[in-house]
């Protein structure tokens, strides 16, 4: 009986040697499809706002970074800046979220939207896209300046159809093959510099 025993022990222990030795390797990360690398000349970008208000930003290139400055502003509806990508139409298959490494005044707010090809005012009659997409916006949650460096995170997942531009008869789908530029929008509020790194979709 303990002969019998220890053999279906030693049984057990080869078995699992076996197991652990064809164990599958853990998954290679995923390579990042780099949307803007602001050490380099280009894409463009360009700071938009509610200058009626007062309210306002501007955009330049210092230091390998693409640093927005904004005004105060006490009122309106704020200001932002438009992210241009390293493709048009940009594709972005296989990514599953937007990571931007910048640098915010702490306590800032920022509400990131991303624009399928063919996005305009939604009152338009048509939307042309492009690579499949119908001109849809997309937008995050807002998220706050730490004062320091970050990469903030946006799963794609979690970003919902705007209401207040783009196709609203679109599919309801963000077509990642056929991506637009960025939007950085800054609701009303004291004055901040934004210092933007990279745009990378992971």
């Given at each position: 009986m303990r002969k019998?025993?220890?053999?279906?022990?030693?049984?057990l222990l080869v078995a699992g040697a076996g197991m652990a030795a064809t164990a599958k390797k853990p998954a290679k990360k995923a390579k990042a499809i780099v949307y803007?690398?602001?050490s380099k000349p280009e894409p463009g970008a360009w700071a938009?706002?509610?200058d009626g208000k007062g309210c306002g930003a501007s955009f330049e290139r210092k230091g390998g970074?693409?640093?927005v400055t904004v005004k105060v502003c006490?009122?309106?509806w704020g200001s932002g800046v438009t992210l241009g990508a390293s493709a048009d139409p940009f594709d972005a298959e296989g990514a599953t979220k937007i990571v931007i490494k910048m640098k915010a005044t702490k306590g800032f707010r920022m509400v990131l939207a991303q624009d399928e090809k063919g996005c305009g005012p939604k009152e338009a009659t048509s939307f042309i896209g492009s690579n499949g997409?119908?001109?849809e916006r997309w937008e995050a949650v807002e998220v706050l300046?730490?004062?320091k460096v970050k990469e903030y995170t946006f799963k794609l997942a979690d970003l919902r159809?705007?209401?207040?531009?783009?196709?609203?008869n679109g599919n309801k789908t963000l077509d990642v093959k056929g991506l637009g530029t960025i939007q950085l929008y800054f609701p009303a509020q004291g004055a901040a510099s934004v210092e933007i790194s990279s745009i990378k979709f992971q």
């Open positions: 019998a025993l220890l053999a279906v022990m030693a049984g803007a690398d602001y938009w706002g509610d970074k693409g640093v006490d009122g309106g997409s119908d001109g300046g730490t004062g159809v705007s209401t207040g531009m783009g196709n609203q």
